[in-house]
Structure formats: structure tokens, C-alpha cells
């Protein structure tokens, strides 16, 4: 598959089969968060796999957007070193925590890695954080910045939702300048 028709053609997945991911695709998938762009190289990603289905319930319990993981083969727990980045030349106040952005840029990887093997993707942003914390030991020093639902699905050939013009979003020079 061409990138541009992985970009274009993915979608998210909230209904899976039985079928279990076999370990040579998911390693993959996994593979393909580490090779993400990441400011200084630090790749601050830490991910955590997670099969047994007790512990999917735990992640999804009492959370309406997390109810559906389950019901994935796999649920990967994205997590990140939280680490401010130092101030600039001369000291400017300039900070940034690159590591939120980095590891967007592992979840699209994994997302369109994927999509790409035929396998199913959800990328969940909305869950409660302590439960997924004490689910999977997860220490303070790390941020939890998704869980990811994977499976295999019937459900891939879905249409395209309605996506806004190149005009209705691009500017150019300045804001209000189309």
C-alpha cells in the first residue's frame, strides 16, 4: 500500500473479530512507533502491550469511549517520559514538552503500519487515567498518552467522513491570509 493511500484510507476501528494478531504483524506495528521522528532522538515512548482480558476490561471499565477494548485482540498502552525541555540560547523562556508530540507522531506509525497489514486501529484519548495507571503499573514518571485498540475487523472498506477544503484551512504568511 502507498502512504498516501494508508493516510487517506484508514479508519478507526471499534468492532473487531475473534481473529488474533499474529505476534511477526503486531511486532510490526510496534515496530514501526520507534522509528518516529523525535525531537533530540530522545524517542520517549514506552508502550505496553496488553492481551489478557481481564485487564482490557479494566482499562474500559466505566469509561463510554473505552467501552470497545475489550473487545480488541490487543490494547496498547502509549506512555511517555514527561521531561521539559531546557530553556533556549540566551535563556529564552521558550518550553516545550516535545514528548507529547513525539509520541503522536509513534501512534500515527503504529495507526498506519496498521492499516497497512490489514489490521484494525482505534486510537483512544479519552480514559481515566488512574485506573489505566494501577491496571498496568504504571509509574509517575510517565505520562499515559493513549491506548490504542488493535484487531482484525470486517469493517475496513468503511467510506470517508466529510473532510474540510484545503481552502477552509490553510493559510498563508499570516492567518488571514487563504
Not at 26 to 54: F, K, M
Not at 79 to 101: H, R, W
Not at 117 to 138: N, P
Amino acid at each position: 500500500m502507498e502512504t498516501r493511500d494508508a493516510i487517506i484510507e484508514r479508519r478507526s476501528i471499534r468492532k473487531f473479530t475473534d481473529k488474533k494478531i499474529e505476534k511477526e504483524v503486531l511486532d510490526q506495528i510496534l515496530d514501526a512507533a520507534g522509528w518516529a521522528p523525535s525531537a533530540h532522538n530522545q524517542q520517549p515512548w514506552e508502550l505496553i502491550v496488553v492481551r489478557n482480558p481481564e485487564t482490557k476490561k479494566k482499562l474500559a471499565l466505566g469509561h463510554r469511549y473505552a467501552r470497545f477494548l475489550p473487545d480488541a485482540d490487543v490494547v496498547v498502552a502509549v506512555c511517555s517520559t514527561l521531561k521539559m525541555v531546557k530553556p533556549g540560547k540566551n535563556d529564552s523562556p521558550a518550553i516545550s514538552y516535545f514528548e507529547v508530540q513525539d509520541t503522536a507522531a509513534a501512534i500515527q506509525n503504529m495507526l498506519l503500519a496498521a492499516w497497512d497489514l490489514g489490521v484494525g486501529s482505534c486510537w483512544v484519548g479519552d480514559f481515566y487515567d488512574e485506573e489505566v495507571r494501577e491496571a498496568l503499573g504504571i509509574p509517575d514518571d510517565l505520562g499515559v498518552m493513549a491506548l490504542i485498540a488493535l484487531g482484525y475487523t470486517d469493517q475496513m472498506k468503511n467510506s470517508a467522513p466529510a473532510r474540510r477544503s484545503l481552502e477552509e484551512y490553510v493559510h498563508y504568511e499570516s492567518f488571514n491570509e487563504k
